[in-house]
């Protein structure tokens, strides 16, 4: 790391910067320039500083109930970071993968100052709302940084000394930020070594939970380091390589582009299970002393991914849903498809999983380390959605920020653009999208001159297109853009072995680690639910049960809540209806599909799910029927 600049230093390389546009390279650090760089490109004005407001606080508590398992694998880091932090009038913080402040503990009369600048739980601090500083640097830059004073892109935050060190998840990806912030007039010149130790430690819990269906590598070329956080760690599902740490990666001399493509065998060799250290020889001829941890459950996820990846689970609240062989094949075709920039439309129930197939999608394909854009197009309010789509030039509207800015289409250049519930976007702006997909170009508000962009599309929805189509809700230009290949996601409850999957969730939520365990008739009974939620639903009810649970206790019936004893099965209310095989209607009454239909309040799609069979096969029998009925 190269060495703290002093203030003399930095006062000239604001000065070249900011006043005369100059690179001003050599005078401080290069991570600070670029970061510098990429605030200037984001329209950011040093004249005009952020007004960032924090979440209500209602909504910090369920952001921080959503990041449970990260709040307590980074605890015991906490703790012992907090006494140092009230010797040296600073405060440690934790953030989620967006660097929005989760906690902050430490010097009391310090984050008084700190919230003065809004440095404080429930507050944004990525580079693109607050500038330049320690958080949203080290999320750009997937590298620990300090960022001292008038580093700092905004004047009122050069108040602040802060160090920080992104978190990383078995899978590489990015679970959060540790931080510790102190006054600038205070030299603490050991912060930013204690956040990267503290770090590694929590990278290194990590892997006490969800890999319990695995066969785990831990490794090291001295004997003495095995069991600490530098040993090397490498996760295989079956044979394939589905998680590990910095350090075993580095070992073997693989990036984290190897997870998923490179299988035990061909680092390992034939390693057998060993409890106790043994000697072992990597295929590139590495010597390490090392243990082989065998699987204790039974596999059925199909892709290791960890319960805090931000790409995957999202949170503890939502463990990976199941990729099923068919889903994995699907999932092998689209990434085919997207390195070919033929759009994929991901169709499923609410908590199958879209966002996670979409994300999945981006990893494995040549576009993985670029960004990812989700957008979600049933949460933005349609008097804005316009102006962060497309972005917008000074000026374009009252309100609008000077310099502009780029939009969400701008910012998926060169990467993954997803566009969630696109099935909820306005009619207006289909056409302006359509528009873009057609051109390859994006037309800011206020701006006459196209924009080109270049990145691939992925759509998801719940809802039928092709109802919404016929109903004059959804443009069929557009449907036949984004909708070359279609991929249904499976419903929860027509996946085979859901007591498995059960307690797959259950370990991944942490119910092993703290040794609390599900009765079998309680297994039973969530094993032959309907769970109309799917994945999410499941995993929230399980995250319910193990918070209310005791250490030590087998959870019966009891711990279930009433609600869920009195939820029938979805099918129950209808008739038996045998299965339909190839999903033709012959073997279906006309009785039968009236009461599906009236059921699912005339929805073709849920009654068509409800009844096994393909949602236009049934569609036709219903236009068919109205037909001769008239």
Request: hydrophobic residues 40%.
């Amino acid at each position: 790391m190269a060495p703290q600049a002093t203030t003399e230093t930095v006062r000239s390389a604001r000065q070249r910067f900011f006043t005369h546009g100059e690179v001003a390279e050599g005078l401080v650090a290069a991570p600070i320039l670029r970061s510098w760089q990429r605030c200037a490109q984001q329209g950011l004005d040093i004249a005009d500083p952020p007004r960032v407001e924090p979440i209500s606080a209602p909504a910090l508590r369920e952001l921080q109930q959503r990041h449970d398992l990260l709040r307590r694998m980074t605890r015991p880091e906490i703790e012992a970071l907090r006494a140092d932090a009230k010797l040296t009038d600073s405060v440690v913080i934790l953030t989620d993968a967006a660097g929005l402040v989760l906690d902050m503990a430490g010097n009391a009369d310090f984050a008084d100052r700190a919230s003065k600048v809004d440095l404080r739980p429930g507050v944004p601090w990525s580079e693109a709302a607050t500038g330049t500083n320690a958080i949203g640097t080290a999320l750009v830059e997937k590298r620990p940084i300090a960022v001292h004073g008038a580093e700092h892109f905004f004047h009122p935050h050069r108040i602040l000394a802060c160090a920080a060190a992104p978190i990383l998840d078995p899978r590489g990806a990015l679970a959060g930020v540790l931080d510790m912030s102190g006054h600038a007039g205070v030299r603490h010149l050991h912060a930013l070594g204690l956040v990267r130790l503290a770090v590694e430690q929590i990278e290194h819990r990590l892997f006490e939970h969800g890999f319990d269906h695995c066969t785990v590598f831990r490794f090291h070329r001295e004997r003495e380091l095995l069991g600490t956080a530098r040993e090397g760690i490498l996760v295989f599902e079956g044979e394939r390589l589905v998680a590990a740490n910095r350090y075993g990666l580095h070992l073997i001399q693989l990036d984290w582009s190897a997870l998923d493509q490179v299988t035990a065998t061909e680092v390992f060799g034939q390693a057998e299970p060993s409890q106790t250290p043994r000697q072992m020889r990597t295929q590139a001829g590495l010597e390490v002393i090392g243990r082989v941890i065998a699987p204790r459950t039974h596999s059925i996820t199909g892709g290791g991914k960890s319960s805090l990846s931000p790409q995957s689970a999202r949170s503890s609240k939502e463990p990976q849903p199941v990729l099923s062989a068919q889903t994995q094949a699907a999932l092998a075709r689209a990434v085919r498809l997207l390195e070919a920039n033929v759009p994929v439309l991901v169709q499923g129930e609410t908590g199958t999983g879209k966002d996670m197939f979409a994300r999945a999608l981006h990893g494995r394909s040549t576009r993985a380390g670029q960004p990812f854009i989700a957008i979600n197009c049933a949460s933005l309010p349609e008097s804005l959605i316009e102006a962060e789509l497309f972005g917008y030039e000074e000026g374009a509207f009252t309100g609008a920020r000077r310099q502009g800015q780029k939009g969400l289409l701008r910012q998926a250049d060169g990467g993954v653009l997803f566009l969630d519930e696109i099935g909820d976007m306005p009619l207006g702006l289909q056409a302006r999208l359509l528009r873009v997909l057609q051109d390859r170009a994006v037309s800011p508000l206020g701006s006459g001159r196209p924009v080109p962009v270049d990145f691939a599309l992925v759509c998801a929805t719940h809802r039928a297109l092709g109802d919404l189509v016929a109903a004059g809700q959804f443009r069929q230009d557009l449907y036949f853009r984004i909708a070359p290949y279609v991929i249904d996601l499976p419903a929860l409850r027509t996946l085979p072995d859901r007591r498995d999957l059960v307690r797959t969730i259950w370990s991944r939520l942490g119910g092993a680690g703290l040794n609390v365990a599900l009765s079998p008739g309680v297994e039973d009974l969530l094993a032959d639910h309907d769970w109309p939620g799917n994945f999410r639903q499941l995993s929230g009810l399980l995250r319910a049960m193990l918070a209310l649970a005791e250490p030590g206790q087998t959870l019966d019936a009891s711990a279930l809540p009433s609600e869920f004893l009195r939820e029938k099965p979805e099918a129950a209310a209808l008739p038996t209806v045998p299965p339909t095989g190839e999903g033709a209607l012959s073997d279906v009454t006309r009785e039968a599909m009236r009461a599906a239909l009236e059921a699912c309040g005339g929805n073709v799609s849920r009654a068509a799910r409800r009844l096994g069979i393909d949602r236009s096969t049934l569609y036709r029998r219903v236009l068919w029927d109205r037909r001769r009925q008239s």
